[in-house]
């Protein structure tokens, strides 16, 4: 990495975690392709949005982490391979074989024959928090909802629910635990360990025993045609549970949190609920789940903004500050729920574009029009500033604790 890389004590602390954005303005502005350091990984970091877009398009950029060089190893580890050698970490034309499969699994009459369930699992989740008048929203609500709602896509059975959450939120919240490093890393590494044995094993259950869910649909790929392997069946179905829960938990929690700091925004959309889809957008601009995309190889000099990026560089999408660019968004760091829509990078662009959006906005819907309908007085249980977040360092940005107070 060059000497003048941005530090990691100037990016991955806790007030950064706290608001990331004046910080992404001013690289915008001074610095728009830079290189940085981070406890994970050395990268370089795009932030403007025309930059961004066309990086997320760019074919020198590659998403094949997974090849000779075997640029997995800095970034996930070397436990990894069994979990993360899937569609999101490989280029077209193996990238468009993996999708395609999946594609058909999550075709639109399956995601919305889910309604009914989505609007039902919501509801037994308010019912369990309402007669307390206080929940701590994330563990109690937004975690849940879209972990059962993918489990029981992916057809993995109500009784391994928890088991299947908890080695995902080992991985998810790692490095915000007091444990030592080398005690957290071989936390996450057991925790992958018995997600690939336990996916491994219930492919192999439902091989015997099939099932019409996602699951079943794609071992019938393998099993028609090949056109998956038993590997890559695995790793595929951890991806659409991990993929499937985590962004939308923790957009869910951003959310809550925006519409609370902004009560005049929150007022307005309980008053108007007609705006719920606008608004699911303009919230997932102002405050996105995915600060920095997954990360891309250069696989040859890139140039952007008259910076030369390295071959062999790690490069980040900085998506969240390409989303409050002012190029782009009048007024960017104002929460507008009327804002006129425009094309926010929150679930990317280009051929790695959100698979599951059709599944995300039905559920953030569904979820925040009952959380507003049926929680009168919804408010902060704890002082702003007292709100555990993500550590900086995380690839996720979202909360660990979200603390709410409502009339019972």
């Given amino acids: 990495m060059t000497e003048d890389a941005v530090p990691a004590g100037e990016l991955y602390t806790d007030g950064f975690a706290a608001d990331p954005y004046p910080t992404f303005a001013r690289l915008r502005t001074d610095r ?37 060089a075997q640029h997995y190893l800095r970034i996930f580890g070397p436990n990894s391979e069994g979990l993360n050698r899937n569609m999101l970490n490989s280029d077209p034309p193996e990238h468009t074989r993996l999708r395609r499969v999946v594609s058909q699994a999550f075709a639109p009459r399956r995601i919305e024959a889910l309604r009914p369930r989505v609007a039902q699992v919501v509801d ?3 019912d369990k928090m309402l007669p307390q008048g206080q929940a701590e929203l994330m563990h109690d609500f937004a975690i849940p909802l879209p972990m059962t709602v993918i489990c029981e896509l992916l057809g993995v059975p109500p009784a391994d629910h928890d088991r299947v959450l908890d080695w995902t939120q080992v991985i998810r919240t790692s490095g915000s635990t007091r444990r030592p490093p080398q005690e957290e890393r071989a936390a996450v590494q057991e925790a992958q360990l018995r997600l690939h044995h ?10 015997d025993d099939p ?20 590997a890559e069946l695995v790793t595929t179905t951890f991806l659409l549970v991990f993929a499937g829960h985590q962004t939308t938990a923790d957009f869910l929690g951003n959310a809550v949190l925006a519409l609370l700091t902004h009560p005049e925004q929150l007022e307005m959309l309980r008053a108007t609920p007609q705006l719920l889809p606008a608004a699911i957008e303009e919230l997932l601009r102002f405050d996105g789940p995915l600060p920095v995309a997954s990360p891309r190889i250069a696989t040859e000099d890139v140039e952007y903004q008259g910076v030369c990026i390295p071959a062999g560089s790690i490069v980040g999408v900085a998506i969240n500050a390409a989303n409050h660019d002012p190029a782009h968004f009048t007024d960017p760091d104002r929460l507008d729920l009327r804002r006129v829509r425009g094309p926010h990078l929150g679930f990317g662009h280009g051929v790695h574009y959100c698979l599951g959006v059709s599944l995300a906005r039905m559920e953030a819907q569904i979820a925040l029009a009952a959380l507003l309908r049926r929680l009168p007085g919804l408010r902060l249980g704890v002082p702003l500033a007292e709100v555990r977040r993500l550590p900086a360092a995380s690839p996720f940005r979202g909360l660990l604790e979200l603390p709410i107070t409502f009339a019972a």
Avoid: M
């Fill in 32 to 68: 728009p392709v830079c290189p940085v350091s981070s406890p994970r990984f050395d990268s370089w970091l795009i932030t403007r949005f025309d930059d961004a877009r066309a990086a997320l398009t760019d074919p020198r950029l590659s998403k094949d982490l997974y090849g000779p």
């Fill in 124 to 126: 037994q989740l308010i």
């Fill in 198 to 207: 336990y996916f491994a094993d219930l492919v192999r259950a439902k091989r």
């Fill in 211 to 230: 099932a019409d869910d996602i699951i079943g649909a794609l071992i019938d790929a393998v099993d028609r045609d090949g056109t998956l392997s038993e």
